[in-house]
C-alpha cells in the first residue's frame, strides 16, 4: 500500500454551540493544521499515487476559505456545531471535490488543533 501526505497549517477561530462549552464557547483562535492523507495499492503510469500538485492546490483553496475566519461563519458549518471532527469532514469533502483523484483508494484528513488533539476523516474514493 502506498501513501502520500500534505500538510498546511492556518490559523481560524470559532466558538462551540454545544450546551454548557466552557470557555470554548468564547471566540477563541486555533493553530489548526490539515493533514491530507491518500492511500492506494497501485500507481499511475507515471509512478505516482496522486497528483501532489493537485492536493497543494485543494489545501490552497482550504485555506483561502477558512484561514483567518470565523468557522462558524462559514456556509459549511450552517446548523453545525463547529467541532473539529466536523472541520475534518468538510476538508475532506473538499479535497476530494477539488483535487479529484482518480488513483487512490482512500482519503483520511487530520485536522490537528493547536498541537494538542487532532480529530480525522476518512473514506474510500470509491464512494464518489
Known sequence: ????????????????????????????????????EFEGAELDEYGYLVDIDAINAA????VDTYADTTLNDQ????????SVEHFSRIVCEHV?????PTNPDRIRI????????FASYERTLAER
Open 110 to 117: 487530520r485536522i490537528w488543533e493547536d498541537d494538542d488533539a
Open 75 to 82: 456556509p459549511a458549518f450552517e446548523g453545525l456545531n463547529p
Open 59 to 62: 489545501l490552497d483553496d482550504v
Open 96 to 100: 476530494v471535490d477539488h483535487a479529484s
Open 1 to 36: 500500500m502506498y501513501t502520500v501526505s500534505v500538510r498546511r497549517p492556518f490559523i481560524a477561530q470559532h466558538f462551540l454551540t454545544v450546551p454548557d462549552p466552557g470557555p470554548e464557547g468564547e471566540l477563541h483562535s486555533h493553530q489548526f493544521t490539515a493533514v491530507v
